[in-house]
DNA sequence: AGATTGTTAGACAAATTTGTTTAATACTCT
DNA sequence: AGAGTATTAAACAAATTTGTCTAACAATCT
């Protein structure tokens, strides 16, 4: 039952081997001969331990809305920090998330546009926390909106505004990607971005 | 050598159903005898016409970017009007463009990430004269600024947030549809992005 | 040592996809 | 009427892709 041999696997090597391929390909343009040449194994262990594309493509897909929740998760935990302080901590932090994951939001997009049911899945993971965090939130601005030290937003719109600034930074990469002319001014770029985005959200909601 | 028959002539119903394809499946996942099927052709008039895939494809992306060009170079002719009311008509004008093409920053950006070689053709298509415009307007917010009317931003930085806010809109949509139940409270959800999204930047740029 | 599992290499089948070709027919223009 | 073009239907080839299967060997566990 247990695998044996050297830690990193085949099973799993197939797996990292699937993941960058989609990520990078999309589901259509990934062949799966070049995942198992990519893992480094025969195209047939991939169907000894995956039987078919498909399946291993929603153990990637599956995966990567769990990686998805984790920013999600960390938006819902209520802690207490200024809300202004807060909203200005969730954008760096989903923006250093998606640093860390910048083909993620490119694949999710892609895959469910081309797959419906998809959506379907990623609603039913995220759905509920997004909702009950919106309407904590909300009632958060509320009172802030009240003592007249934030302007009138509602959540949903801030939410959109901050994931769409973060998102398309990434998702625009490479095609600005020739104006920084090496790695470290590509990183200068980056954060300048985020420096912005930022700003102009604090503008957006501070009075 | 001319086309005779019905208006809508084959060649032309070809092009049609392949934009359509193209632009809903990318690439990959269209197949050339769903673009027979939809044109209402055989499969051996594809090929008789446009003789490959991917010289059909390439027809389609050029044809894009022409697309494409009309809100750039719209962007580029200097009206005689106040910044900060231009600014306000960019970004309407930019939304309803999107309004009217969902479906084009989407394909743009996905085949440009599959293929690198497309992002070499856009620049050549549109680099100079949007370097020219960030120039130009970059002239005018030093201006503005100076004059203690505008907030400094660098053109560039205010053109990726107009984008992103814009695009992220249409990008997001299949997402987020469901919020809406029905296709006018779909559209009043639009509408209310544009508002949102004039706001927005209207906050990070006026004093 | 024997049983089980992991792994390779390779052959192979079935389906799909792109592209070509041919023969026949219809339409259009001069 | 005849030439040329448009179009269909269908057969076909070649390549690719997914998936199966088998025979052999290696590693591990009991």
Redesign the interface.
């Given at each position: 039952m247990t695998q044996k041999k050297d830690a990193k696997n085949k099973k799993q090597q197939i797996l990292d081997a699937a993941e960058y391929e989609f990520l990078t390909?999309?589901y259509?343009?990934t062949k799966t001969t070049q995942i198992a040449k990519r893992a480094g194994v025969t195209h047939a262990m991939l169907h000894y331990y995956y039987q078919s594309k498909e399946n291993l493509f929603n153990k990637i897909f599956e995966d990567k809305i769990e990686t998805l929740k984790a920013p999600i998760d960390a938006l819902a935990q209520n802690k207490d920090i200024d809300l202004r302080d807060r909203i200005r901590e969730i954008i760096e932090l989903h923006f250093d998330f998606l640093k860390t994951h910048p083909d993620l939001p490119?694949f999710l997009?892609?895959e469910?546009?081309?797959n419906?049911q998809l959506?379907k899945i990623?609603?039913e993971k995220v759905g509920d926390t997004l909702r009950g965090t919106f309407a904590t939130i909300q009632t958060e601005i509320d009172e802030y909106v009240a003592k007249d030290i934030m302007?009138p937003?509602s959540a949903f719109?801030l939410f959109?505004?901050i994931?769409?600034?973060n998102?398309?930074?990434f998702?625009?990469l490479?095609?600005?990607r020739?104006i920084a002319y090496n790695e470290e001014k590509e990183q200068q770029l980056i954060e300048?971005?985020k420096k912005?985005?930022i700003?102009?959200i604090n503008?957006?909601i501070l009075k």
């Amino acid at each position: 039952m247990t695998q044996k041999k050297d830690a990193k696997n085949k099973k799993q090597q197939i797996l990292d081997a699937a993941e960058y391929e989609f990520l990078t390909n999309g589901y259509e343009a990934t062949k799966t001969t070049q995942i198992a040449k990519r893992a480094g194994v025969t195209h047939a262990m991939l169907h000894y331990y995956y039987q078919s594309k498909e399946n291993l493509f929603n153990k990637i897909f599956e995966d990567k809305i769990e990686t998805l929740k984790a920013p999600i998760d960390a938006l819902a935990q209520n802690k207490d920090i200024d809300l202004r302080d807060r909203i200005r901590e969730i954008i760096e932090l989903h923006f250093d998330f998606l640093k860390t994951h910048p083909d993620l939001p490119h694949f999710l997009i892609n895959e469910m546009r081309s797959n419906p049911q998809l959506i379907k899945i990623l609603r039913e993971k995220v759905g509920d926390t997004l909702r009950g965090t919106f309407a904590t939130i909300q009632t958060e601005i509320d009172e802030y909106v009240a003592k007249d030290i934030m302007k009138p937003i509602s959540a949903f719109d801030l939410f959109l505004d901050i994931v769409s600034l973060n998102v398309f930074t990434f998702i625009s990469l490479p095609i600005f990607r020739h104006i920084a002319y090496n790695e470290e001014k590509e990183q200068q770029l980056i954060e300048n971005r985020k420096k912005e985005i930022i700003q102009t959200i604090n503008y957006r909601i501070l009075k």
